[in-house]
């Protein structure tokens, strides 16, 4: 069965730090991958995804994520949070098999400290 | 356009009652989905739907029932409430399923007494 890891689940971190969020999954085909970031008391949004091409993808306020089909692995990366980026984190596949299913991971809680 | 929307925001059941979360998305979507989210559980598939009048099993379909009469709208029915059932809902839908992003609703605070 297709799986999803998130091995962080709570990151405490300081303004300007640098961060990296992991995400594992398990599926030996094409996938797409997302990341979606849940601001408090919000709804999920978009940060960014992956569906072909080149590895390096950017998203929305600085947010990018690597996709390492050797390690099945779509880390997120920031070079410098800020404190309005506290918010909890998932990651999420869809095995390109023709299922209409994604796959969540059980979420990174980040908090930045001011 | 008002994206996803879910009706109620909140609601407080006693067990064994029952009750119908509505789901509206006006982005002309084909597919829709209802997942609970648990603290530390992430987000979970109860059921799906890939059109109009289709629905689909998802991770935990147990005690919930939907219906999907309309390409606009997707309903999520609890008919004998439980205390396991107390979580944050949240509808999602997307054009293409798994090739494109999903949209989420506000969510629905369900508490199960």
């Known amino acids: 069965a297709q799986s999803v890891s998130q091995h962080n689940h709570h990151v405490i971190l300081s303004e300007a730090a640098s961060l990296e969020l992991g995400c594992n999954y398990s599926y030996g085909g094409t996938v797409n991958l997302f990341w979606y970031v849940q601001y408090p008391g919000q709804h999920l949004q978009l940060l960014l995804k992956y569906f072909s091409g080149d590895p390096l993808v950017k998203g929305i306020k600085g947010f990018e994520a690597e996709f390492i089909k050797s390690k099945f692995s779509f880390n997120l990366r920031k070079p410098s949070v800020q404190w309005s980026d506290t918010a909890e984190y998932f990651c999420?596949?869809?095995?390109?098999?023709?299922?209409?299913?994604?796959?969540f991971g059980t979420g990174t809680r980040l908090k930045v400290l001011a | 356009n008002a994206g996803v929307t879910q009706t109620p925001k909140f609601r407080v059941l006693k067990t064994g009652q029952s009750m119908t979360l509505l789901c509206a998305q006006d982005m002309n979507h084909e597919y829709m989905y209802w997942y609970r989210q648990d603290p530390g559980m992430g987000l979970r598939l109860i059921h799906y739907s890939v059109g109009e009048g289709t629905t689909a099993k998802g991770e935990v379909p147990d005690g919930y029932n939907v219906s999907r009469l309309k390409k606009q709208n997707f309903l999520l029915g609890l008919e004998s409430a439980a205390p396991s059932q107390t979580s944050v809902y949240f509808c999602a839908s997307s054009y293409r399923g798994g090739y494109d992003e999903q949209y989420f609703g506000p969510g629905t605070r369900l508490t199960v007494t």
């Open positions: 999420a596949v869809n095995a390109n098999s023709g299922t209409y299913k994604y796959i």
